[in-house]
C-alpha cells in the first residue's frame, strides 16, 4: 500500500517537477469542432466520447517522450471540459451523493455542502 502511494506520488511528481506536462495541458492540444457554450449537455458528451482516444493516444505518446505539441487554435477538448464541468454543477452529480443540486445558484446545498463562488476564473495561459 505504501509503495503503491510511493509510486504514484513519483508519478504526479514528474508533473510537479515539469518533468512532463499536466493533463489539461495535453487536453489543450486536442481541437474540438464544437462551440462548447453553444452546445447541448448530450453534444458535449458525445464528443468528449469521441475525442478521449485522440486525448489518450496523445498522454500515451508524451508519457513515452513525444513532445508536447503547442494548443490549438480555438476550442479545445479542455474548454470542452470547463463546459461540461459547469453543466454537472447546475444538477451535481460529482460524486455518488449525486444530489442534483443547482451548485451555480446557490439556492440549496448537497450533502457536500460546498457552493460555486464566483471568484474562480479560468486560467488564460495554458500553452
Ligand atoms: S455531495 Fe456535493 S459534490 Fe457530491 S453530488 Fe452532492 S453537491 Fe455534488
Not at 498522454?59 to 513532445?67: K, L, V
Not at 452529480?93 to 476564473?121: I, Q, S, Y
Amino acid at each position: 500500500m505504501i509503495q503503491r502511494s510511493a509510486a504514484r506520488c513519483r508519478g504526479t511528481s514528474t508533473v510537479a517537477e515539469n518533468r512532463r506536462p499536466a493533463k489539461f495541458r495535453i487536453a489543450a492540444t486536442v481541437a474540438t469542432q464544437l462551440d462548447p457554450a453553444g452546445s447541448s449537455e448530450d453534444a458535449l458528451w458525445a464528443e468528449l466520447n469521441r475525442l478521449m482516444p485522440s486525448f489518450l493516444a496523445r498522454w500515451r505518446a508524451i508519457r513515452a517522450g513525444a513532445p508536447l505539441p503547442a494548443a490549438v487554435d480555438g476550442p479545445s477538448l479542455l474548454e470542452l471540459c470547463r463546459e461540461l464541468a459547469y453543466r454537472m454543477l447546475a444538477h451535481c452529480n460529482f460524486c455518488p451523493w449525486n444530489c442534483r443540486v443547482d451548485r451555480m445558484a446557490g439556492a440549496k446545498f448537497g450533502a457536500c455542502k460546498h457552493l460555486v463562488t464566483k471568484n474562480v476564473e479560468p486560467q488564460a495561459d495554458v500553452a
